[in-house]
């Protein structure tokens, strides 16, 4: 799965990242079998119903050949309708150095910085703050639920590649530029939003004509250069095995696992308004369950999970009102207490026995400790 979000919504470690990948995908030579199988594709996928799905699975696999690189990458959109730049207004996030490089040079055309400069890209001198605009006749088109109608996007996307200008104004060599793949995931996004819009309408169909249009743009036809047909050429050896992927298969990007920012609940943007809304939500649901739950539930658990001996005992009112009662030590119950009567305490001294001054003294300090108690007793 992977979410294709707006450029502008890129981090940097994300921009470089996409880049990095596209530069290794041309470093393994997997890059320029693209180029040519759009050069193939002139009469196959464009000016004609299959537009729209032939490049959704030209953009899939190469999508697939990032990911094989760099798991995390996913095509970005390119949203020419619109000015992206910083907030301030002050950086384009298109045209820059860590991204798609910045417009051609005066004269020839050459792209000389970002991480592509060495491909001798040739670009427009465009002004980097602006855009391609068409944002209105995309609108129109994306209004009707007729696919004929809608496909009209054609047009507004062909202006993209002719402002970009360069390699993009030819579309026999446009992927050449990787902004390429920025302008199409814009274009795929636009058929994806369209759907998404109209698909509740009465007898909607994501795709036209089922039968009847030429060979390749009709619904179950299958499209070159999947198909194994040579004709305009073999694909070998890029596609060993002949498949056959019909725009039928394409109609729903869900399945193809790929997601938009703007389309799929999996990939919508996460913003500070939406983190707002959590913190305002969660409390008054806390409120609302929680407690009853805990009320019901939680104390009942715990007295059951305690284990019998921790558990508290009951201390009675009878239990308590004895131990108060005990009179002086409280520590000795009063059957246990000494005797300490004066009968109990009576000392005699033997009159045959010449007095030990010790059993004198100790005579004396038995008085006085049995008066001492008596006192306090
Ligand atoms: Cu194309």
């Known amino acids: 799965m992977g979410c294709r979000k707006n450029l502008s919504r890129l981090t940097i470690a994300e921009r470089v990242a996409f880049t990095n990948a596209v530069n290794q995908l041309r470093s393994n030579g997997g890059y320029d079998d693209y180029v040519e ?9 464009h000016g004609g119903p299959a537009f729209f799905p032939w490049h959704r699975e030209f953009l899939r696999r190469f999508e697939d050949d ?5 798991p995390s990458v996913s095509i970005p959109y ?18 820059r150095d860590d991204f798609m490089g910045g417009p051609g040079a005066a004269g020839t055309g050459a792209v000389t910085t970002g991480p592509f400069a060495s491909w001798g890209l040739v670009r427009n001198r465009f002004d980097v703050f602006g855009f391609p ?20 996007v054609e047009g507004p996307h062909g202006a993209a590649h002719v402002w970009v200008g360069g390699f993009m104004g030819n579309p026999l060599i446009a992927p050449r530029d990787p ?30 004509p089922l039968s009847g249009g030429p060979l390749g743009h009709n619904l ?31 109609v729903d990007h869900r399945a193809l696992d790929y997601f938009y920012d703007t389309v799929d609940p999996e990939c919508r943007p996460v913003v500070k308004v939406r983190f707002k809304e959590l913190k305002d939500r969660l409390p008054k649901e806390l409120k609302e369950r929680l407690p009853k739950e805990l009320k019901e539930r939680l104390p009942k658990e715990s007295k059951e999970r305690l284990p019998k001996e921790l558990a508290p005992k009951e201390v009675g009112p009878k239990e308590s009102k004895e131990i108060r009662e005990i009179p002086g030590d409280p ?18 001294p033997d009159p045959g026995v010449a007095p030990n001054p010790d059993v004198a003294a100790l005579g004396q300090a038995l008085s006085m400790r049995r008066e001492d108690l008596h006192r306090h007793g």
């Open 78 to 95: 390119w949203d020419w309708t619109q000015a992206n730049v910083n907030p301030a207004g002050t950086e384009s996030l298109v045209w």
């Open 66 to 70: 990032l990911q094989a690189i760099d």
């Open 220 to 250: 179950t036809d299958s499209m070159w250069p999947w198909n194994g047909s040579t004709t305009p050429f073999g694909v070998l050896p890029w596609t060993v095995v002949p498949e056959s992927i019909r725009p039928a298969d394409l």
């Open 37 to 45: 199988q759009h050069r193939g594709a002139m009469g196959h996928g």
């Open 331 to 348: 520590f000795i119950r009063p059957e246990l207490r000494p005797d300490l009567s004066g009968a109990a305490l009576q000392f005699e």
């Open 133 to 152: 605009g068409t944002g209105g006749t995309i609108g129109t088109s994306m209004s009707s639920p007729d696919y004929t109608t809608f496909r009209s």
């Open 179 to 208: 902004v390429f793949w920025l302008l199409h995931a814009n274009v795929d996004r636009l058929w994806s939003e369209w759907i998404t819009r109209h698909a509740a309408t009465a007898g909607f169909q994501p795709f036209l």
